[in-house]
């Protein structure tokens, strides 16, 4: 399973996912004890190398439910955390079958003359395989392909075969070629065993099998942070509230549970369906605190807003019903259920209003981001250029007035105009830029924030140094993607410092900041700076998340790689939002 990282979201990378992935019964065997206690020079070299192919003799006929007795040293001086101290195997191997299993002399071992398995096939590949077991070869389509697996120790390949599974593909490499057989229709939406809704268990690598709802199906793409438009068979809710991925429709990853859901806190009731599922995707937590139906938080909210006033008149938290969670005030995450529903449902009900109203402008941010989200970014600037454009006729309107009374003795007419039209332009703008960033074109992503920029400087009302931070560090972004590294960090420094001086600022800014200056700093070569900032964000992460959280336990992690330099500090995550 995959669990999203603490600056996953939106956007293109690696849910990275961010994802925590389920293991199998392939890792059970690197767990056992060995009953002989020994004492090993981790330092000495070893006869086998990383990545060596190994046949182990007479290992099928102790386990022939290994099917192959052939493998891949995949690392040195390997240690599980169950053994006692001072254990470590010399060879861990990934057998051809899946399972790692540890060897602790080499005479277990003997070299097989032949090269490790090559990542020939792309994503959307037809291959076929001899699978363990059988002398047929099944054919099917690559729906995962994995670079670095010897260093990663995951699957060379994932294929999707025709006969309805996804299993991944360990070895041998002369058990997988390319395969001419076209397709059956619809291949890529074959039929899952689990639908949205249905109530499953996973296996999670450290924490056994836990419960939870399946509350997307073929999960990838955009909407993810996997690389190369990679799509998995369900996306997870855990009963925990944390989000995971099934890579494979297999018992091993995913089966169905028999613990009913959580009870939704508004109506008390655990009924759900595809399109009223119960999820968490707010800071509410304690035993069922969170869980709630997706159509109770929309009801809730159109009873909470009263849209003949401005957000704020009788209650400062009245606007949080229409984006977020009433209880935390915490905002539900761009792309997710909630957010989705309630920025429809706003849409609809405020559209008629003035473009002036507050809840109409708020309610077209949202569906703007709704659109990108959804992959409909064409969609997003339309309705984004539509509002720009009327707001733009009126402050030339209220110019053109001026001019008429004043002449041209005015040295800015923009000075004279009803600065609420200026802020929404700048707001609308900021909206812009996040779109064309989703679309990677960053030359109008730029003109759109200086834009925003200008509108900013004209009115110095009390969200402009807000603004102005969202648009520093859209610009620390855009450098960062364009590989423009000295330019990001310095406006990403640059926006830091306005953040000190301003409270008005969401936690989530911040902890983006932090993290791409501190590992900017890591690349430049100022460590202990870098570092110093890293402790910061993980500081605001505790602070804003506890010390159990996840986002805590994988900063942590990333952090003390960074200081133990075993990961490139190139990989900086530089979305302001996420």
Not at 25 to 47: Q, R
Not at 333 to 348: E, V
Not at 500 to 524: A, C, M, P, R
């Amino acid at each position: 399973m995959g669990r999203r990282s603490h600056h996953g979201g939106r956007g293109k990378g690696k849910k990275k996912s961010s994802n925590k992935k389920a293991t199998t019964e392939a890792e059970a065997d690197a767990t056992k004890a060995p009953s002989v206690i020994c004492e090993i020079d981790t330092s000495a070299p070893l006869a086998f190398a990383v990545g060596t192919r190994v046949v182990a003799p007479g290992l099928l006929d102790h386990c022939p439910q290994y099917k192959y007795d052939t493998g891949t040293i995949i690392k040195h001086y390997y240690r599980s955390e169950v053994w006692e101290d001072g254990v470590v195997a010399p060879y861990a191997v990934r057998m051809d079958c899946g399972r790692l299993i540890c060897f602790f002399g080499e005479t277990a071992l003997e070299f097989l003359d032949e090269e490790p398995l090559e990542i020939v096939f792309k994503m959307g590949s037809r291959v076929e395989c001899q699978l363990a077991g059988s002398d047929e070869w099944f054919p099917g389509v690559v729906v995962q392909a994995n670079d670095n697996f010897i260093e990663n120790d995951i699957c060379p390949y994932v294929v999707r075969f025709d006969y309805g599974r996804d299993r991944p593909f360990w070895g041998p490499p002369n058990c997988i070629r390319s395969c001419d057989i076209p397709p059956p229709k619809n291949y890529m939406k074959k039929h899952l065993r689990f639908g949205v809704g249905d109530r499953v268990e996973c296996s999670c690598e450290g924490y056994g099998d836990l419960p939870g709802t399946i509350i997307k199906t073929w999960y990838g793409g955009d909407e993810s942070d996997f690389e190369d438009g990679h799509v998995v068979p369900y996306q997870v809710q855990l009963d925990g509230g944390d989000l995971i991925f099934a890579p494979m429709d297999d018992d091993m990853c995913i089966r169905r549970s028999k613990v009913p859901a959580p009870e939704c806190w508004i109506c008390f009731d655990n009924e759900q369906s595809e399109s009223n599922l119960i999820v968490r995707e707010c800071a509410c937590r304690g035993e069922g605190g969170g869980f709630v139906h997706v159509n109770c938080v929309v009801q809730l909210a159109i009873s909470k807003v009263d849209l003949s006033k401005e957000p704020g008149c009788d209650d400062k938290h009245s606007h949080i019903a229409m984006c977020g969670c009433i209880t935390c005030k915490q905002l539900y995450p761009a792309g997710s259920h909630c957010r989705k529903a309630l920025s429809k449902t706003f849409y609809c009900i405020t559209e008629d209003l003035d473009i002036s109203n507050t809840w109409n402008k708020m309610s077209l941010t949202m569906m703007a981001g709704n659109l990108a989200e959804e992959g409909d970014c064409d969609g997003a600037i339309k309705l984004l250029q539509d509002r720009i454009s009327k707001i733009r006729s009126r402050v030339e309107a209220e110019i053109e007035m001026f001019h008429g009374c004043l002449g041209d003795d005015v040295y800015d007419p923009h000075c004279l105009v009803n600065p609420s039209w200026l802020i929404d332009l700048s707001n609308f703008l900021l909206d812009l830029s996040d779109v064309y960033a989703a679309m990677e074109s960053y030359d109008e992503m730029k003109s759109a924030i200086d834009e925003s920029l200008q509108y900013t400087k004209f009115v110095g009302d009390d969200r402009s140094s807000y603004r102005e931070v969202i648009a520093i560090s859209a610009l620390a972004r855009r450098c960062y993607f364009t590989g423009e590294k000295g330019s990001a960090l310095e406006y990403a420094e640059r926006a830091i410092r306005l953040i000190k001086n301003t409270d008005d600022v969401e936690h989530k800014i911040l902890l983006s900041l932090l993290w791409q200056v501190g590992e900017l700093n890591v690349y430049f070569g100022k460590k202990k700076r870098g570092m110093r900032q890293l402790n910061e964000f993980l500081d605001n992460v505790i602070k804003f998340y506890g010390s159990n959280h996840v986002k805590t336990h994988n900063a942590r992690v990333e952090i003390q790689q960074l200081n133990e330099s075993r990961r490139t500090p190139y990989e900086a995550i530089m979305s302001a939002g996420k």
